[in-house]
């Protein structure tokens, strides 16, 4: 089992940048290919990006591509989304998730199996 603790979050202004981490418990992260997603109110919860066990192969949605990085630390557990040039319509709920999976990881949120308690992200234009 995987718990995920996201931080980071917080207010920012249009054009400025944030860093999320997710630390993940337990002794198998390598295991586990990690996601991000987001949800505004009255949103369905959205695929942000995803990277694969070792971080060799990572994915974005079109919303996102060019702006947000996400990257990983086995040894610390950890995974990273790095978001500049914030726009208004990033302000949403983020979530890290892991799902046991070796290949490409899913863009699907309902396909993870362990999802942290969210941080906020507000972006004021």
């Known amino acids: 089992q995987v718990q995920l603790v996201e931080s980071g979050g917080g207010l920012v202004q249009a054009g400025g940048s944030l860093r999320l981490s997710c630390a993940a418990s337990g002794r198998t992260f390598s295991s586990y290919a990690m996601g991000w997603f987001r949800q505004a109110p009255g949103k369905e919860r959205e695929f942000v990006a995803t990277?694969?066990?070792?971080?060799?192969?990572?994915y974005y949605a079109d919303s996102v591509k060019g702006r947000f990085t996400i990257s990983r630390d086995n040894a610390k557990n950890t995974v990273y989304l790095q978001m500049n040039s914030l726009k208004p319509e990033d302000t949403a709920v983020y979530y890290c998730a892991a799902v046991n999976r070796v290949g490409a990881p899913p863009p699907i949120y309902r396909e993870y199996d362990y999802w942290g308690q969210g941080t906020q992200v507000t972006v004021s234009s």
């Open positions: 990277i694969s066990r070792r971080g060799g192969s990572t």
